[in-house]
């Protein structure tokens, strides 16, 4: 097939590939430093390329020519994806060529008449302009729920639970519901064959009361009147240790 070189699709009047890196290293530069996501550029995103490009060849360029090489480098881009993911085409790096047959060709010129600037050599900026274009190609998909299957079982509780049941469709105000403690129970009587000369009847450490006399004598008598009808000798016991 009769395919002119690629330097006639890619480079005409004053570009040429150092100036097209230059521009393309600088807006990807640029990209990176603003955290700029979309393919459409700002205005001075143009103006630090334009003063680059002047230095290293001393060719001025507009804000609009810079802008619309930018939007020839994305069709190149582009048309360089289709090629490359076309059935029958193979991208051969080391050779920096793409590899297919005739008949491959043709369909892809009947699809893209531009394809024909890679008949030859492959895209030579494609992967600066992958960082240059290359957002629209990512896919967001959506987060999905992951679900952890453990190997290992846990018997649950069989117990009744105390729990109360709150009807939110009433509109009384009750107070917040109070679990019962276990009940305590003490001893109130003595039981027979139990010591009656402890202070408590708990099963702590006590001390055993002295016990009074049972008959007083007459050393131990008060010289205090007590009442003859007391039958408790409570009553003069306390009176001899006053």
């Not at 570009?15 to 990807?28: K, N």
């Not at 240059?132 to 069989?158: N, Q, R």
Request: proline letters at 6%.
């Amino acid at each position: 097939m009769n395919i002119p070189l690629q330097l006639c699709f890619l480079y005409k009047k004053c570009w040429t590939p150092e100036i097209d890196t230059v521009l393309v290293d600088t807006i990807v530069r640029l990209k990176d430093q603003t955290k700029w996501v979309l393919t459409e550029f700002p205005n001075y995103f143009f103006f630090t390329p334009a003063k680059e490009i002047k230095n290293v060849r001393g060719t001025c360029f507009t804000e609009d020519e810079l802008r619309k090489r930018v939007k020839f480098m994305q069709v190149r881009y582009q048309t360089f994806k289709e090629i490359i993911n076309h059935e029958g085409a193979f991208w051969d790096m080391p050779s920096k060529s793409v590899i297919a047959a005739d008949d491959v060709w043709i369909k892809i010129f009947k699809k893209n008449a531009f394809a024909a600037a890679y008949y030859y050599n492959h895209e030579p900026l494609y992967n600066k302009l992958v960082m240059l274009f290359g957002m629209e190609d990512v896919k967001i998909e959506d987060e999905k729920e992951v679900i952890v299957i453990s190997e290992t079982t846990e018997k649950l509780p069989t117990e009744d639970t105390n729990y109360f049941t709150y009807d939110e469709g009433s509109e009384e105000v009750n107070s917040p519901f109070i679990f019962p403690s276990p009940n305590v129970r003490r001893k109130l009587f003595v039981e027979d064959g139990d010591q009656t000369d402890r202070e408590s009847t708990t099963l702590g450490r006590d001390r055993v009361l002295p016990k009074p006399p049972l008959v007083p004598s007459g050393k131990e008598k008060s010289s205090r009147a007590s009442s003859c009808a007391s039958t408790s000798p409570i009553g003069w016991w306390h009176q001899v240790h006053i």
